[in-house]
């Protein structure tokens, strides 16, 4: 076989929730190696989800996972060189891969929202992709778009 398998990472706990998954949204949201700061961030991004929500009975936690797995792409195109063309392909997406996109779908959402710090703007874009909105979700239903579009070509998968 040509192509090597990947490591499995294994992340630790967070020192607040005891949850892995939030460690490697945290290792995504963090920029030149302030973890520090990203887990502060994050952490505030919760508080205000706390503040945001009104009659719901979930915690901050339950509407961050719940947000991401609305975001999750199942499926996405890659291209592939066909003839003297390039073609979309739709691809089946590994679930490894579908956490990462979500997660890195959810950061750069936030990340182009307009309130002012980076908390707010991350804790709005989990609550609107809770409630199955926002651009992280229009963004996940052009990806599924594009792959319903390309359909045709699902024979020629790699």
Request: aromatic content about 8%; glycine content about 4%.
């Amino acid at each position: 076989m040509r192509k090597v398998r990947k490591k499995v990472k294994n992340y630790f706990p967070d020192p607040k929730f005891n949850d892995s998954l939030v460690t490697r949204f945290v290792n995504h949201l963090m920029k030149n190696g302030k973890k520090n700061v990203a887990y502060k961030i994050f952490y505030n991004a919760m508080n205000k989800i706390n503040e945001i929500k009104e009659k719901e009975e979930k915690s901050a936690l339950e509407i961050w996972k719940e947000g991401l797995k609305n975001v999750m792409p199942h499926i996405e195109v890659r291209s592939r060189r066909m003839g003297g063309s390039n073609i979309q392909v739709p691809v089946p997406i590994s679930s490894n891969s579908k956490i990462t996109k979500a997660i890195k779908l959810l950061i750069s959402c936030a990340s182009i929202r307009n309130e002012k710090t980076m908390a707010n703007k991350l804790a709005f874009e989990i609550w609107a992709a809770f409630q199955e909105q926002g651009e992280a979700v229009k963004r996940k239903e052009n990806i599924h778009k594009m792959a319903e579009a390309n359909k045709a070509f699902s024979h020629f998968r790699f």
